[in-house]
């Protein structure tokens, strides 16, 4: 961790709906935590080191909170398919090649290194059921710097045969996982339990899972009401539950016993609502991949409303892509079709509110990170837009909205985490 200052044009989040914007301004940070946000440096911080980054933007580092690693092969592809059957003929068969550790490593590296050169300092992950290929995966993310958690996913039915686990399997190469990660001591990236979601996982698995999360003081990951299918598939598989959350919370796996992150909820009902915002469950709102694979909108207006905690996934490869701007700018835009189309009771979401999902809703799964507020670990991305053409004299937060729509790797071209400089 390093102590310096950054000078240029500066944006963050305040709070859901409030942005504060800089034309020019110091960020600095001390032993990796954000000091705060000056328009002169202040003196007890003269003599630290200055980076100066002139008419560059900017903006704290952005968290992606739900994301498949091994499906990053196949992104921008089958788009045709709703989520069981893309599932079945698509996503199992290719995840079922990391058991080739050649393939994992070839195909990961891919993964990897489009989220280290990209605007993303935290992330959420999905791997598979393979132990050492996740490891492998873990291994590799350490390297980058970023901040990142990582799941071995857990499956005993609804997955085809050499795919899937006995109960026991899953809960014994669990445990292996966990010690092993604990024997590499990674500073960078953690575990969190990922019970793929309720169709795959038994009764008793989701137990013993719940039992882990509890003794390890573990988080969470999985998915929730994202597909009209696989609601009644659930009410199926779990009939003494009222709705799907119930099917996690009753182990133990829907926030009372540490941070949860659910995926979509684009279908969730009032009373499910109303348990994660009791029990604090995050949504990550995936809305590119809840469009391309016909899932539907997601009403996360209504959940911001209510004080939720909402962040961003890129869900690949449900999603195209692994810009966290992208899903910043297809959360706008399935808002304002979800109000147009049969739903104005549920309002569209504004560009402050999607950059705060992007940096301060979800960083605050990983701690105090996403903002420049004081006291804050210092993650920033630097943004160079000096290739988009135009006459229009933007603000800071005009700049950030047109990168939402414009933005690719070529824009990012400084990026710090926890206080030490990337590139």
């Known amino acids: 961790m390093d102590s310096f200052i950054l000078h240029g044009a500066v944006l963050f989040s305040e709070d859901v709906r409030e942005l504060k914007e800089y034309d020019d301004a110091y960020v600095v940070c001390a032993d990796g935590v954000c000091q705060g946000v000056y328009e002169e440096i202040p003196g007890e911080f003269s003599d630290l080191p200055v980076e100066d980054f002139w008419d ?18 196949f ?47 935290r992330a959420a992950i999905f791997a598979t059921k393979h132990t050492d290929a996740t490891l492998l995966l873990m291994d590799m993310l350490e390297e980058t710097g970023l901040v990142t958690l990582v799941g071995k996913v857990n499956m005993d039915r609804g997955v085809p045969h050499g795919y899937c686990e ?7 190469e669990t445990l292996r996982w966990l010690e092993e990660v604990r024997s590499r ?21 989701m137990k013993q899972l719940g039992d882990l999360s509890g003794r390890y003081g573990l988080p969470v990951q999985s998915h929730l009401s994202e597909n009209l299918d696989e609601i009644s598939l659930v009410s199926r598989l779990c009939p003494d ?50 469009m391309r694979i016909r899932s539907g909108a997601a009403p996360v207006s209504l959940y911001l409303d ?19 701007f992208s899903a910043m700018r297809d959360a706008v835009l399935s808002s304002n079709l979800r109000w147009r189309l049969y739903d104005r ?32 670990e210092f993650d920033a991305v630097v943004l160079d837009d000096d290739n988009i053409q135009t ?32 590139y």
């Open 241 to 290: 539950t009222r709705f799907y959350g119930e099917s996690y919370d009753r182990f133990g796996l829907f926030g009372t016993q540490g941070k949860t992150i659910m995926a979509h909820c684009v279908w969730s009902g009032e009373e499910e609502i109303e348990l994660m915002l009791k029990n604090g469950v995050y949504i990550a709102h995936c809305a590119q991949s809840n």
């Open 75 to 121: 992104r921008g592809l089958y788009g045709d398919m709703e989520l069981l059957e893309w599932l079945d003929r698509v996503t199992f068969p290719e995840e079922m090649r990391y058991d080739d550790m050649d393939y994992a490593a070839r195909a990961y590296d891919l993964f990897v290194e489009d989220l280290f050169t990209g605007a993303t300092t």
């Open 306 to 324: 209510k004080g939720m905690h909402v962040g961003l996934g890129s869900d690949t490869a449900g999603g195209a892509e692994l810009s966290i």
């Open 391 to 422: 006459l229009y004299p933007a603000s800071p937060a005009e700049r950030a909205e047109r990168l939402m729509y414009l933005a690719d790797d070529r824009h990012v071209v400084g990026k710090y985490v926890r206080g030490c400089k990337l």
């Open 166 to 172: 006995t109960t026991g399997e899953s809960v014994s």
């Open 345 to 376: 009771d549920v309002r569209q979401i504004s560009f402050p509110e999607a950059f705060y999902m992007a940096t301060l809703g979800g960083g605050a799964f990983f701690g105090k990170t996403g903002t420049f507020k004081k006291g804050y």
């Open 185 to 205: 001591g990674y500073r960078n990236t953690s575990p969190i339990l990922t019970p793929r979601f309720t169709p795959t996982c038994t009764d008793e698995l």
């Open 56 to 73: 560059k933007l900017i903006i704290p580092g952005l968290a992606d909170l739900h994301t498949h690693a091994p499906q990053y092969t």
